[in-house]
C-alpha cells in the first residue's frame, strides 16, 4: 500500500518558538495532502488542505497565520506551527492522496508539546 | 452536508468472537466509505473500504458491508485476536473528496 511518512514523530518546543512537521508521499505522487490535529479520545479535525504548487484551504477556525502550510512538490508539505504555544500541544496527522483518488493515506503523527 | 454517525463508541468482545461496527451517513451523494484502525500514538490506517456500486467487500477476516438505500454501513470483525484491540473509524467521502469522518469505536478484545 501507499506509504506516507512524517518527521518528527515527537518535539518538544518553547513557547514562542516555531516548528515545522514535514510530510512525504513515499512511493506515489500527493497531489493534494490534508493536516489534521487530534485531541485525546477525540476523532481527526481537519485543518487545512493543500493541493501541489497552491496556496492550502484553511478550515473555519484555523489561523493561516499561525499554521503555515507549504505543498511545494508533489512529495512533499510542510506544517509550521508559528510562535508556538502550549495550547498548540496536540497530535498533528498529516494525509496524502493521488490525482483522482479519493483514498487518503496516513503519516504516522507527530506528537507536539510547547512547554 | 455530509454527517456520519457511529456506534458503538466502545466496544468489548471476547478473544475469537466477531466484532460489528455501525455507521449511517446523510448525503447520498457519498460513494466511498472507507475504514481505518488507529493504534494508540499512531496515524489511522486504511482496513478495508468500500464502493457504493457494491454491497459488500471481504478480507481475510475483515469484511464491509454497504446499503445504500438505507445509507448505512458496518465493519464485520470475525475470529478476533488481541491485536485487533484499538479505535476503528469509518468516513464517508463527501463531493469535495473531504473525508467526513464517525466519531470513533474503541475495540477491546478480552483474553
Known amino acids: 500500500g501507499a506509504v506516507v511518512s512524517q518527521h518528527p514523530s515527537r518535539v518538544i518546543c518553547k513557547s514562542g518558538t516555531s516548528v515545522k512537521i514535514e510530510c512525504r508521499s513515499l512511493d506515489f505522487q500527493a497531489t493534494t495532502m490534508f493536516w489534521y490535529r487530534q485531541f485525546p479520545k477525540q476523532s481527526l479535525m481537519l485543518m487545512a488542505t493543500s493541493n501541489e504548487g497552491s496556496k492550502a484551504t484553511y478550515e473555519q477556525g484555523v489561523e493561516k497565520d499561525k499554521f503555515l502550510i507549504n505543498h511545494a512538490s508533489l512529495t512533499l508539505s510542510t506544517l509550521t506551527v508559528t510562535s508556538a504555544h502550549p495550547e498548540d500541544s496536540s497530535f498533528y496527522i498529516c494525509?496524502?492522496?493521488?490525482?483522482?483518488?479519493?483514498?487518503?493515506?496516513f503519516g504516522p503523527g507527530t506528537r507536539l508539546l510547547v512547554l | 452536508g455530509e454527517n456520519v454517525e457511529q456506534h458503538p463508541s466502545t466496544l468489548s468482545v471476547q478473544e475469537g468472537d466477531s466484532a460489528v461496527i455501525k455507521c449511517t451517513y446523510s448525503?447520498?451523494?457519498?460513494?466511498?466509505f472507507p475504514w481505518y484502525k488507529q493504534e494508540l500514538g499512531k496515524g489511522p490506517q486504511l482496513i478495508i473500504d468500500i464502493r457504493s456500486n457494491v454491497g459488500e467487500k471481504k478480507d481475510q477476516r475483515i469484511a464491509v458491508t454497504l446499503n445504500k438505500t438505507a445509507k448505512h454501513f458496518s465493519l464485520h470483525i470475525t475470529e478476533t485476536q488481541p491485536e485487533d484491540s484499538a479505535v476503528y473509524f469509518c468516513a464517508a467521502v463527501d463531493s469535495n473528496y473531504q473525508l467526513i469522518w464517525g466519531a470513533g469505536t474503541k475495540l477491546i478484545i478480552k483474553p
Open positions: 494525509s496524502a492522496r493521488g490525482s483522482g483518488i479519493e483514498t487518503q493515506y
Open positions: 448525503d447520498s451523494a457519498s460513494n466511498y
